[in-house]
């Protein structure tokens, strides 16, 4: 019976491992589908960003009480995948809390830091819970986040809860048959938060408590499998995505934009003409229409954002009452390029479906709303930038299909003839001056 359980074990984590790791495959081959991208420089400060934005969670910071509450969930998300390692070892070799035995008196110690930060996720998992549904903060009922989305969030927050009420039934049953006697139980010293659960199960004879606790470490591994791979489907992509999207964050001044080397290249030939090359080929597009125009990083961003809406939350358009949402903006984007994945997986090569990123996922009224004022990127906790997104877009709209509105084309008329954004000829630029010392 017992290497039954180890086979079933291994199929099921075998088969687990092999799922995610081919959702991962195609997450990264999706990402590559963007533009290339050096982030070779600076390296030390890299490295500080994932300590400090992704494992510290500076920005989170801002709101001292849910940053901390938020690091509760991080903590024990992290530190209790110790635990985790045990329990899926336990199930290969068909032992018992494997790890007891090498690790003494300090195992008592681990597993009771374990069982606080499980009781301290339930906590947090309800108050989130209850932030999202019963209090309704703005950013929590926003039209974004209507259908799936809202469902992911509240899917993602009930999981936990049932997984850590899972872990400390174990232990709280556990501990009954270790005080029992029970063969293969073995004496792990006293467990303060499950015991607390003990006497529920106290009335039960020891052969219920091992089937009790049989199943909840059963239910408990099987569910985290099935978390594991939920995650690539999952807004909570971002528990993995943070940290390499904090390394490869944006370290330019937060208002530099990127300009566009071939029209920068048009302006210094039309001015030194002796520059210019003879056999200079035109540039294909400019600016991004879909998503294979964008850059790789723009992409990483979309399937790293966590739909906090924190950037629409700041941003200034949004809060006037205009259609521009940041966090929808990477949501669209996220949706296109799963979109076009699908479309090669059906294929095994992108088929043109008549669709774009541009128009189709975003429109042209959210992109004019936008006032590039860089809000919705200083708030983003994990080092998004719809921002670039946005430009990319914009750029594809007014310089590929020359879509602007007619008092934009007037201020582009005069930089083009005058050089700056006002009907003024330049000669004529201070002659107030003049005018004042006459």
Excluded at 12 to 17: D, K, R
Excluded at 84 to 102: K, M, Q
Aim: proline letters at 5%.
């Amino acid at each position: 019976m017992q290497y039954i359980q180890q086979v079933l074990f291994l199929l099921m984590a075998i088969s687990a491992v092999f799922l995610f790791s081919k959702k991962v495959a195609e997450i990264r081959r999706n990402i590559f589908l963007g533009k290339p991208q050096d982030f070779s420089d600076n390296a030390d400060l890299r490295w500080r960003n994932v300590l400090l934005l992704a494992m510290g969670q500076k920005k989170m910071f801002k709101n001292v009480p849910v940053a901390l509450m938020h690091f509760v969930i991080y903590a024990g998300f992290i530190i209790i995948n110790i635990e985790v390692l045990e329990i899926v070892l336990d199930g290969i070799l068909g032992t018992h809390r494997l790890f007891l035995p090498f690790l003494g008196e300090l195992y008592n110690w681990l597993i009771n830091i374990f069982e606080w930060l499980a009781l301290g996720v339930v906590i947090v998992c309800v108050i989130f819970l209850a932030r999202r549904n019963w209090l309704k903060l703005k950013r929590f009922i926003s039209k974004d986040l209507a259908g799936w989305p809202k469902t992911d969030a509240n899917f993602i927050l009930i999981t936990e809860i049932v997984l850590m009420s899972l872990f400390l039934t174990m232990n709280a049953t556990d501990q009954i048959l270790q005080d029992r006697g029970q063969a293969h139980y073995a004496n792990t010293g006293g467990f303060f938060v499950s015991a607390q659960l003990m006497p529920i199960f106290d009335g039960f004879s020891n052969s219920t408590l091992v089937a009790i606790e049989r199943i909840a470490w059963w239910i408990h591994i099987a569910g985290i499998f099935a978390f594991l791979n939920y995650l690539p489907y999952s807004k909570h992509l971002h528990i993995a995505l943070a940290f390499p999207n904090a390394y490869y964050a944006k370290l330019d001044s937060p208002g530099k934009m990127k300009n566009m080397p071939e029209v920068q290249n048009e302006v210094l030939y039309a001015m030194q003409p002796e520059l210019a090359p003879t056999d200079a080929a035109p540039p294909a597009s400019f600016g991004a229409k879909d998503v294979f125009d964008l850059s790789w990083k723009n992409l990483m961003d979309a399937y790293s954002c966590t739909e906090c809406g924190r950037c629409t939350d700041e941003c200034p358009a949004n809060i006037t009452g205009k259609l521009l949402s940041p966090r929808k903006i990477m949501m669209a984007t996220r949706d296109r390029l799963e979109d076009v994945g699908k479309n090669i997986n059906q294929n095994k090569s992108f088929v043109a479906d008549n669709k774009s990123l541009l128009h189709d996922y975003i429109s042209v009224e959210e992109l004019r709303a936008c006032t590039t004022c860089n809000a919705c990127v200083e708030a983003c906790p994990v080092s998004i930038s719809p921002l670039d997104i946005i430009v990319e877009l914009r750029r594809s709209l007014i310089m590929e299909e020359s879509n602007a509105p007619q008092e934009w084309n007037g201020t582009f008329s005069n930089i083009e003839n005058n050089f700056a954004p006002w009907k003024f000829s330049p000669d004529d630029r201070d002659k107030w001056a003049t005018e004042m010392n006459a």
